[in-house]
C-alpha cells in the first residue's frame, strides 16, 4: 500500500505561482507512475500533470501545458507540481496519484492507472 499527502494548496492572486507536494509512504514511488489531477467544484476530475518512472517522461494537461511543471524526488519519496501563472480557471482541488503504467500515454491521462490517491489539497485564485 501506498499512501498519500498532498501539501502547499491555497489561495493566490491571479498570476501568481504555487508548489504542491506529495509525500508518500508505505513503499518507494521511484517504480510508479505519478500524476496531479484536479477537481473543480459540479466539474469532472481533470488531468493534470504526469511523470513516468523509466525515462522521467512528463506528460501535461493542455490547459496547464508551458505553466505547471511536475517533479520527483525519489531520495524524498516525493513528487511536485510546480504551477506558475495560476489564472482562476486553475481554482480546484488538486490530487496527487500513483499506479502502474502500461506505457499507453492516452491511458495515463485517465484514472484508470492510478491505484493510490491522496486526499487533496485546495488551490483558490483569486482574480
Known amino acids: 500500500q501506498v499512501q498519500l499527502v498532498e501539501s502547499g494548496g491555497g489561495l493566490v492572486q491571479a498570476g501568481g505561482s504555487l508548489r504542491l507536494s506529495c509525500v508518500a509512504s508505505?513503499?518507494?514511488?521511484?517504480?510508479?507512475?505519478l500524476g496531479w489531477f484536479r477537481q473543480a467544484p459540479g466539474k469532472e476530475r481533470e488531468f493534470v500533470a504526469a511523470?513516468?518512472?523509466?525515462?522521467?517522461?512528463?506528460f501535461y494537461g493542455d490547459s496547464v501545458k508551458g505553466r505547471f511543471t511536475i517533479a520527483r524526488d525519489n531520495a524524498k519519496n516525493t513528487v511536485y507540481l510546480q504551477m506558475n501563472n495560476l489564472n482562476p480557471e486553475d481554482t480546484a482541488v488538486y490530487y496527487c496519484?500513483?499506479?502502474?503504467?502500461?506505457?499507453?500515454?492516452?491511458?495515463?491521462?485517465?484514472?484508470?492507472?492510478?491505484?493510490?490517491w491522496g486526499r487533496g489539497t485546495q488551490v483558490t485564485v483569486s482574480s
Open positions: 508505505g513503499r518507494t514511488i521511484s517504480r510508479y507512475l
Open positions: 496519484a500513483a499506479g502502474a503504467w502500461s506505457g499507453s500515454i492516452t491511458t495515463l491521462k485517465t484514472i484508470r492507472p492510478y491505484d493510490y
Open positions: 511523470m513516468g518512472w523509466i525515462d522521467g517522461s512528463t
